[in-house]
């Protein structure tokens, strides 16, 4: 059947979560999700304090209620993120301190061969108005710029998540047809971090430069993004934060 999935890769989009940060209007949430289940996403992320499941979330999620039903519902990107090991963040806009930017195909193909290690990877979109802020985004391991036109590039929150889970099934559908012809090719990448343990590492180093006076007060913000950016940018494997994390605590002893 064409466009059908095998269930390997289904099984990979298991491992792939969609999380939304603030989203202003429930109905919003609701066309999020019926975009995911077109494209065989299920898992939903919400960061909000406001109802998730709402009369219009209901309206707006067609048959794909059972998506909306399902969320979880967190108060922090860094709590819906926190066993996340590879992030990527929707952004329409260059920032100053960015990660590596991609298209989508390229963009989402990095996150599927993390999902292929069943590792867990984040989607993440911003607000409708604003987008996500830089420290957001810097917690995002690269930014996806959906190309559109420049005079009138406005695309809707459900609009984004579509374009992003269409791609993500192509880059499946595409692969499987690779494998069929010329045999299985491995995606892999080494097993990376967890938010959560990044998060445990750039807590530890900030401390530990207040602690040496490399930190001023009043740069304090400016040097620890700079610090995640420089990181960002050097994609380790878990193994080798450990080995950094052991030589700056070593370090710190002494």
Known sequence: MPGSLSPESLKMLDFVRVVLVEP????????????????????????T???VITPESEALSGGAFDVVKSITRVSSLDEALRDVSFAAGASARRRSLERPLYQPREGLARALSHAANGESVALVFGRESSGLT???????????????????????????????????RQILLRQEKSALSSGPVPVKESLK????????????LENALKTSGFIKPQVNGTIMEQLRHIFGKADLSDHELQIIYGVMASLKKH
Request: charge should be negative; charged fraction near 15%.
């Open 24 to 47: 202003t209007h429930p109905g919003n949430i609701g066309s999020a999700a019926r975009a995911m289940k077109t494209m065989g996403l299920s898992c939903l992320t919400v960061v």
């Open 49 to 51: 304090d406001r109802p």
């Open 134 to 168: 830089n420290a957001e985004l810097a917690r995002c391991d690269i930014h996806i710029n959906i190309d559109a036109n420049p005079v009138y590039s406005s695309l809707n929150l459900a609009m984004s998540v579509q374009v992003l889970a269409y791609e993500l």
């Open 193 to 204: 971090p967890a938010h959560e343990q990044w998060e445990s590492f750039y807590s530890f």
